[in-house]
């Protein structure tokens, strides 16, 4: 198991998770979370039960994760985080997310959301400009990376899943 935390710039607690490590790689970190497992929402003061089962990406030279619903073998949706590239110490997996945030709903086109929060929240915990524009650059990989369908948007992820983790 791994335990992930999701935080506001610079350190603030924001979320926090656990899931199955499927693969670890210099590159990026693989994990498989099931449904029904909680979410602590430190913001809110709150537990949310995570009806959905997803693969999900952390990208640590990178700056955004990425979180594939899946349900009977097919990738159903999509939810990527623009964040500061993740760190791993031991079964600890941390990265600051910067508001940002790409989906892609069942049936529906990517959609870029939060933009209004990444402007309140630049202000409100002073992110220097060159975050912001780090933040920015990130958002424009990554939508490269879906529209020439690199990994991870590949499908290469639903093979590890299946060998590793029958659903």
């Not at 791994?2 to 935080?7: A, G, N, R, T, V």
């Not at 499927?22 to 449904?35: A, D, F, I, Q």
């Not at 964040?83 to 110490?89: G, N, R, Y």
């Amino acid at each position: 198991m791994i335990h992930m935390k999701s935080l506001k710039y610079p350190d603030i607690p924001h979320y926090e998770w656990k899931g199955r490590l499927l693969k670890r790689t210099p590159e990026y970190v693989m994990v498989l979370c099931e449904s029904g497992r909680e979410m602590k929402h430190h913001t809110k003061n709150t537990i949310f039960t995570i009806d959905v089962t997803s693969i999900e990406y952390f990208f640590l030279k990178q700056g955004f994760t990425v979180a594939m619903e899946i349900e009977e073998g097919k990738i159903r949706s999509y939810y990527c985080n623009i964040a500061m590239p993740s760190v791993l110490k031991g079964n600890q997996l941390s990265f600051v997310d910067l508001d940002l945030d790409l989906v892609k709903g069942r049936n529906e086109d990517w959609m870029v959301i939060d933009e209004d929060e990444f402007e309140i929240n630049s202000v409100k915990y002073g992110y220097p400009a060159e975050l912001k524009e780090y933040a920015l650059k990130s958002l424009d990989v990554l939508q490269k990376k879906i529209n020439e369908n690199s990994f991870p948007f590949d499908g290469s992820g639903l093979g590890i899943v299946k060998a590793c983790y029958p659903l």
